[in-house]
Structure formats: C-alpha cells, structure tokens
C-alpha cells in the first residue's frame, strides 16, 4: 500500500536517523483516504505517556480523525518508534504536511532545561557554556513547574551576585 519510491525514501530516512538521532515523523496514507498510518521518532529520554497522549491527540486533530491503535517500539539505540494509526469516518482525509508536525512534535519533546540552555545561550553568548554546566540541572522540579526559563535567567543572574560580602539576596515579584 505504498510506492516503491516512497518505502525506499522512507526507508533511507530512518536509516540516517541511526546515525543522527532525532525528531521525525513519517506520513503513509491509505489510497483511499480512510486512514494515516504515522512513524514518529522520538528521543527515548524524552518519551513518556504524556509525551505519547499529546502526539497522538496532535494527530487526530490534524488529520480529523480518531484514534484506531499506537505502538511504541523501543527500538536499541536511542530513538522510540511510535506507530499511530488514525481512522477518518467522514470526508476525506486532509493532506497534512510532514514539516509542520515535525515542528509540532518537537515543541512537545522539548524539555524546560532545553529553554534554560537556549536562554543561557542568548543572555550569555559565548560566555555561556561554564552557566549551562552550573545551572542546567539545578533547579528542582517544582521550580520548573512553577516558573519559565526567562524567570530562572533573572535568578541566576541574582545568584552570580551573591559573594561573601553580599551573602543574601531577596526579590519580591508577582507572576502575571
């Protein structure tokens, strides 16, 4: 149920993925515009039920339909592959392009610390690296939950601060 040319390309694709571990996603449609079968390869460490139910719900919104079955498959090197597979009742199947949901499930995977090391990046340019090894991993969870990257920018910059002669430091703020 899918071109030669297509299964070989879809094929090399993945096979570079081997070699260079990454967010992808693959779109088979069934000729008659019934259902899409998905690949989506995601990073292992980035792989969690949560991460499962908003790509799929991801899916079905964009093809309009529903969700007929999923498979993670944990695959030995450091991607998963997820097999979803989304049935449309009604209509026609709308032709989705791959790109932007690649980019979509990308923002999904995509970790507080990522947005700390994009921060840091961008606040600290080529001085940024000693922060990233410093700061990436400090913050306990319920610091993540409760305040984005650009907040912990402004608290590490209170933190840099802080030296023997100027042992506290205090910030009273209100989140918006």
């Known amino acids: 149920q899918i071109s030669s040319d297509r299964l070989a390309e879809i094929a090399q694709e993945i096979v570079k993925l081997e070699l260079m571990p990454r967010t992808r996603i693959f779109v088979r449609r ?4 019934r259902f ?3 690949l989506v390869y995601v990073l292992r460490e980035r792989f969690t039920t949560e991460v499962r139910q908003r790509i799929c719900n991801l899916l079905c919104e964009a093809f309009q339909g529903h969700l007929s079955e999923f498979t993670p498959v ?3 090197g450091p991607l998963v592959r997820l097999q979803v ?3 449309k009742d009604d209509g026609p199947m709308p032709e989705v392009a791959e790109e932007p949901l690649e980019t979509a499930i990308e923002a999904i995977v995509r970790t507080w610390q990522d947005s ?7 606040h600290y340019g080529a001085d940024a690296k000693p922060f990233v090894a410093k700061y990436l991993t400090a913050f306990p969870a ?3 939950e409760n305040n984005a990257p650009e907040r912990a920018i402004e ?3 209170r933190l840099e601060r802080l030296s023997p002669d100027n042992p506290v430091g205090i910030d009273f703020f209100r989140s918006a």
């Open 30 to 33: 069934d000729e008659f515009g």
């Open 85 to 87: 597979v989304i049935w």
């Open 155 to 157: 608290d590490i910059r």
């Open 36 to 38: 899409a079968s998905i």
């Open 142 to 144: 319920g610091y993540e």
């Open 74 to 76: 944990f695959t030995v």
């Open 116 to 122: 700390l090391r994009d921060e840091l990046r961008h």
